[in-house]
């Protein structure tokens, strides 16, 4: 049964970066496409980058486009996110999540909350 924990959040300056782990276990998570999401307080869970399974394809959100950017690693089991030019509107719980559907995975605007696995969440909160 796969799993996923989240892990590198933490509090930072506007302009500043963070680096977010999924970490995945499980025999069959590297089958698994695996997306990043953020709820921000009081707002809808949105989209905001993926890795296919084989982790030659990826997407972003119109709003992190040239700022993070998503790999993963299959000898470590892990999907990162790397979030560069940090600002307010960044400020939000982050969490990974796979589905063996990409269609799922990159579902927008609205994300897909039936996804197969979420993780718990970490909290990135972007100060100036």
């Known amino acids: 049964q796969v799993q996923l924990v989240e892990s590198g959040g933490g509090s930072v300056e506007t302009g500043g970066s963070l680096s977010l782990s999924c970490a995945g276990s499980?025999?069959?998570?590297?089958?698994?496409?695996v997306g990043w999401y953020r709820q921000a307080q009081g707002k809808e869970r949105e989209f905001v980058a993926a890795v296919n399974w084989n982790g030659y394809g990826t997407e972003y959100a119109d709003s992190v486009q040239g700022r993070f950017y998503i790999w993963r690693s299959t000898a470590k089991n892990t999907v990162y996110l790397q979030m560069n030019s940090l600002n307010a509107e960044d400020t939000a719980v982050y969490y990974c999540?796979?589905?063996?559907?990409?269609?799922?995975?990159?579902?927008?605007?609205?994300?897909?909350?039936?996804?197969?696995?979420w993780g718990q969440g970490t909290q990135v909160t972007v100060s100036s």
């Open positions: 499980g025999s069959t998570f590297s089958d698994y496409n």
């Open positions: 999540a796979g589905d063996l559907n990409w269609g799922r995975i990159v579902a927008r605007p609205k994300v897909y909350m039936g996804l197969e696995v």
